[in-house]
């Protein structure tokens, strides 16, 4: 039997410092996009396209109805909603800034997308994973996080 390459990870990763990593990533790249032009530009769109769709979709599945279902109070639920909201609105914009007439245009909506998605991870950093902190245990975050990186590699990351 040949040993495998694959690389694992003895200790998981806790769910937020896991979804803290993928916002970085996308922080990253979002910060270069905004003055790429032509197939620099087009690359690192959808680079960052495949990051948001894997990252939203790990949250939607796993991480937010774990916190919905852990959040007790009202203000902690409405942080629930607003996210969901928040990824859907990006996901149509997304498309749009691939289009454009001139680089003018193109760099307004890289700098839009960029804002819009900073947005939404801050507020997801300073509102809404600390009050996960306080929602659920240790144990609990990081069975969340060997989850999500299970599905991760599922979805190509
Ligand atoms: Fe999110
Ligand atoms: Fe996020």
Redesign the pocket.
């Known amino acids: 039997m040949a040993a495998s390459k694959k690389k694992t990870t003895t200790k998981p990763t806790d769910a937020i410092t896991l979804?803290k990593q993928?916002?970085e990533k996308v922080r990253g790249l979002l910060g270069s996009l905004e003055n790429a032009t032509g197939a620099r530009r087009e690359k690192l769109l959808a680079q960052v396209e495949k990051e948001l769709e894997i990252?939203t979709t790990i949250?939607e599945e796993i991480f937010y109805p774990a916190y919905r279902e852990a959040a007790k109070k009202k203000e902690d639920k409405k942080l629930y909603y607003e996210a969901v909201e928040e990824h859907h609105v990006v996901k149509v914009v997304i498309p749009d800034a691939h289009e454009g007439n001139s680089p003018e245009q193109l760099k307004a909506k890289a700098k839009v997308l960029k804002e819009l998605v900073e947005h939404?991870?801050d507020e997801?950093e300073k509102e809404m994973f600390p009050r996960a902190k306080k929602a659920m245990d240790k144990e609990e975050l990081r069975d969340l996080g060997a989850q999500m990186e299970a599905r991760k590699k599922e979805l190509g990351a």
């Open positions: 979804l993928d916002h990252h949250e939404h991870a997801e």
